[in-house]
C-alpha cells in the first residue's frame, strides 16, 4: 500500500513539475526587450529617444536585428530595411514580420511614424517617447495587438489589429492611449 501510494505522488508530482517544465520554455523563448532600447543611431549618432526626437521623423525598431534606428525620410528608411533583410538570417527574418506594424503621432498616419518589426513579445512605447502618443496605425502583413498598459496590461485596443489593416484615427477613447504593442 505504502510503494502504491508513493508511487502515485511520486507521479502526481512529476505532472505537476512536467506542466511547469513545459511552460518554461514557452517564456524563454519570448526574446526579452532590450535595455537599451531607447537608444537609437540617427546619421551617425547615438540619440535617446525617450526624449524628443529631435529631426527624426520616422524610427524603426528591430531588436532581433539590433536594429533602432531613425531618419529624417521614410524612403532613408525603406532603404535601411532592405540592407537589413538582405543580410538577414533565416531565424531573424522568421522573428519579424515580413512589414512592419506603423504607429503614428497623427491622424491620417501623420507626425512622427515608429516601426515595429519583431514578433512574440510585448514592447513598451515608453522607450520610444511614443506612450500615449498613437492617433494611427497601420498593422503590416501581422496582426498587432494594442494594450493600454505596459507590457500588454489593461485593455486592448478594441478594432481590427489584423494584418494589413490602417486605422486613420482611433477608435473613440483610445486616442493616445496605447502604452505597448504586441506583433504575433
Known amino acids: 500500500m505504502f510503494v502504491k501510494r508513493s508511487a502515485a ?22 526574446p526579452a526587450p532590450d535595455a537599451t532600447a531607447r537608444y537609437a543611431r540617427f546619421e551617425g549618432r547615438t540619440v535617446d ?4 526626437w529631435g529631426d527624426a521623423k520616422v524610427c524603426m525598431v528591430w531588436q532581433t536585428r539590433g536594429a533602432v534606428e531613425c531618419f529624417r525620410t521614410a524612403a532613408q528608411q525603406e532603404a535601411r530595411e532592405k540592407q537589413l533583410r538582405a543580410t538577414a ?13 506603423d504607429l503614428y503621432q497623427y491622424t491620417g498616419k501623420g507626425g512622427r511614424d515608429l516601426k515595429f518589426y519583431d ?32 507590457n500588454g496590461g489593461g485593455y486592448w485596443y478594441p478594432g481590427n489589429t489584423g494584418p494589413n489593416h490602417q486605422e486613420d484615427s ?9 502604452s505597448s504593442i504586441k506583433i504575433d
Open 119 to 150: 514578433r512574440g513579445y510585448w514592447q513598451n512605447l515608453s522607450a520610444y517617447s511614443f506612450d500615449n502618443s498613437t492617433s494611427s496605425y497601420w498593422t503590416g502583413a501581422c496582426t498587432a495587438h494594442l494594450a493600454e498598459n505596459a
Open 170 to 178: 482611433m477608435r473613440s477613447g483610445w486616442d493616445n492611449r496605447v
Open 49 to 52: 529617444l525617450s526624449g524628443d
Open 89 to 101: 538570417s533565416t531565424q531573424q527574418v522568421k522573428a519579424a514580420c515580413s512589414t512592419p506594424l
Open 9 to 30: 505522488v511520486a507521479l502526481a508530482a512529476a505532472a505537476v513539475c512536467g506542466s511547469f517544465l513545459l511552460a518554461a520554455p514557452a517564456q524563454a523563448a519570448s
